[in-house]
């Protein structure tokens, strides 16, 4: 255990701030300008005319890039952080982690959606439903409401594996692997056969995120170089399975974010750029706060015929400063409270 306690996963922050350049130029350059109705209909206003060829035409997709990234990462480093802490002090330094910044960029969002109701043909449709169905985050499938954050999706995904993992954890002694060989029938249970359409769109994310676990157990000395590449394999491939999507160029850009995540593990240099770094230091905060605001600024933005270009960059501008504050005021703090809560625990 001594040994484990010093393990450090250095190139895993250059890879988290390319996971959120990667998500961000995903909502600014691609998907705002390509589905414009869909934005239209989370920010209720009129779907926004002109602008022909603006945006980034790629042949993948940046957004399942970035979020394939973040997943894996989250795989490499949580049984890290269970095995460190325990299930009971993991959980409370998770839920300070994790909830006050994602409400503050909830507050981000309604203040956003609200700005853009002022606009030609908006109009502000929120309901205490929609509210507190996201502050709940692991909830918000079964409170009700519209969807108001489009990027939220994530955050369940990762509070149920945080949730369904550390449980598994607990009851199987401490043993990580067993925990995972414990969640492995269930999640193909639910996602193949019980019909449970809500949580099979939760746990179908969880192999992908067992794959990079078994960097961890490699990178601690518990798995052997072929186990790793073997399971490895078998996960992305359970991953495959269970989600069933018809959408090859979907699988493709997944795939590229598994590649720049095994590139990344093996040379660290590669994502090792002061840039990556510093966006990884604020990467949560500027998650949570940048897709409705940003999606404001660009409306705003089009109303007086700005290029579609300077729109980007000032959306990108003003929501970084945003994240700031965010991290600044609110992640940073509340991480310590946690923390300090968790050692009580001990």
């Known amino acids: 255990m001594s040994q484990q306690q010093h393990i450090r996963f250095d190139f895993a922050d250059g890879l988290r701030g390319l996971a959120m350049l990667a998500v961000v130029l995903f909502h600014y350059t691609q998907i705002f300008w390509q589905r414009r109705d869909r934005i239209a209909e989370v920010m209720h206003l009129p779907p926004l005319d002109g602008y022909h060829g603006a945006s980034f035409v790629l042949p993948f997709n940046l957004g399942a890039l970035g979020v394939g990234l973040f997943l894996l990462i989250s795989g490499l480093l949580i049984p890290l952080s269970l095995t460190r802490m325990g299930a009971a002090r993991f959980a409370v330094s998770r839920l300070f982690r994790i909830y006050p910044t994602y409400w503050a960029g909830l507050a981000l969002t309604l203040a956003a959606l609200w700005l ?138 997944y795939g590229i974010g598994v590649a720049l995540f095994v590139a990344g593990a093996l040379w660290p240099r590669l994502v090792a750029a002061p840039l990556l770094t510093r966006v990884a230091g604020v990467s949560y905060a500027w998650y949570v706060c940048h897709s409705v605001a940003g ?3 660009l409306f705003a933005l089009a109303q007086y015929g700005t290029p579609w270009w300077l729109m980007v960059a000032i959306a990108l501008a003003a929501t970084w400063y945003m994240a700031l504050a965010i991290n600044r005021f609110v992640e940073l703090p509340t991480q310590k409270i946690g923390k300090r809560l968790a050692d009580k625990l001990k």
């Not at 149920?160 to 193909?188: D, E, N, Q």
């Not at 449970?196 to 170089?225: H, K």
């Open 116 to 253: 853009a109701s002022l606009l030609p043909g908006g109009t502000f449709d929120v309901t205490r439903a929609d509210v507190l169905g996201h502050a709940s985050i692991a909830f918000q499938d079964w409170l009700g409401g519209r969807n108001i954050d489009p990027v939220m999706w994530t955050l369940k995904v990762e509070l149920w594996f945080y949730a369904m993992l550390g449980s598994a954890f607990a009851l199987t002694g401490r043993r990580i692997k067993w925990a995972i060989w414990l969640l492995l029938p269930l999640v193909v249970w639910l996602t193949r056969y019980a019909g449970v359409n809500d949580f099979q769109t939760i746990v179908c994310y969880f192999p992908l995120m067992f794959a990079g676990c078994w960097l961890y157990f490699y990178r601690s000395g518990q798995a052997g170089r072929l186990e790793t590449v073997l399971h490895f394999a078998i996960m992305l491939a359970l991953f495959m399975w269970v989600t069933g999507w018809e959408s090859p160029q979907l699988y493709a850009s």
């Open 295 to 297: 999606y404001a600024i």
